[in-house]
T-cell receptor, first 110, second 114 residues
Framework: GQNIDQPTEMTATEGAIVQINCTYQ??????LFWYQQHAGEAPTFLSY????GLEEKGRFSSFLSRSKGYSYLLLKELQMKDSASYLC???????????FGTGTRLQVTL | NAGVMQNPRHLVRRRGQEARLRCSPM?????VYWYRQLPEEGLKFMVY????????ESGMPKERFSAEFPKEGPSILRIQQVVRGDSAAYFC????????????FGPGTRLTVL
């Protein structure tokens, strides 16, 4: 089965850096996804990691350590529009469905 | 280049009525997934379909819920005899291949059962 854990809420200041952690326990590993979801809207794809290490995409970076069952999403130069929920998700061993964590609600303040 | 389309965006039903939710995948995508998001909870997988086939329905409630993806037309998630606990956001996602490919989500249908 799959078990994905992430903090429920975080607060950070505009212009700062924030790291959102995700730990997972899976029966098989097929990579890890991060999605952003603004309130009342659809999740939008941010990143997909299948190999260990850091992948950078502009202000957003995602890190994976398969041996530790751990990933994080790093957001730099925070903007007010980054206030959203950030969802960590993993495909199952049969790779037919995504199991999501409960999401981390990030509040960016002035 | 349209993304995943879902309609209606908002649906209100009284207890006991039927709810029918539609999803058109992105062009070129033949795999459709339905997820449910209850208020203040995470997304939960319901069903995975390809054209004319249900591949994985392990997340579907055993009664009242059904899904199809016909050869022509959108995928349909049908909820019969709705109850208040069915009130949720229902999201459809599509991918070119399987879930190891990125799934792209539609805007969701928000179902409210009175």
């Amino acid at each position: 089965g799959q078990n994905i854990d992430q903090p429920t809420e975080m607060t950070a200041t505009e212009g700062a850096i924030v790291q959102i952690n995700c730990t997972y326990q899976t029966s098989g590993f097929n990579g890890l996804f991060w999605y952003q979801q603004h309130a009342g809207e659809a999740p939008t794809f941010l990143s997909y990691n299948v190999l260990d290490g850091l992948e950078e995409k502009g202000r957003f970076s995602s890190f994976l350590s398969r041996s530790k069952g751990y990933s994080y999403l790093l957001l730099k130069e925070l903007q007010m529009k980054d206030s959203a929920s950030y969802l960590c998700a993993a495909p199952t061993g049969t790779a037919s469905k995504l199991t999501f964590g409960t999401g981390t609600r990030l509040q960016v303040t002035l | 280049n349209a993304g995943v389309m879902q309609n209606p965006r908002h649906l209100v039903r009284r207890r006991g009525q039927e709810a029918r939710l539609r999803c058109s995948p992105m062009k070129g995508h033949s795999h459709v997934y339905w997820y449910r998001q209850l208020p203040e909870e995470g997304l939960k997988f319901m069903v995975y379909l390809q054209k004319e086939n249900i591949i994985d329905e392990s997340g579907m409630p055993k009664e009242r819920f059904s899904a199809e993806f016909p050869k022509e037309g959108p995928s349909i998630l049908r909820i019969q005899q709705v109850v208040r606990g069915d009130s949720a956001a229902y999201f459809c996602a599509s991918s070119p291949q399987r879930a190891t490919d990125t799934q792209y989500f539609g805007p969701g249908t928000r179902l409210t059962v009175l």
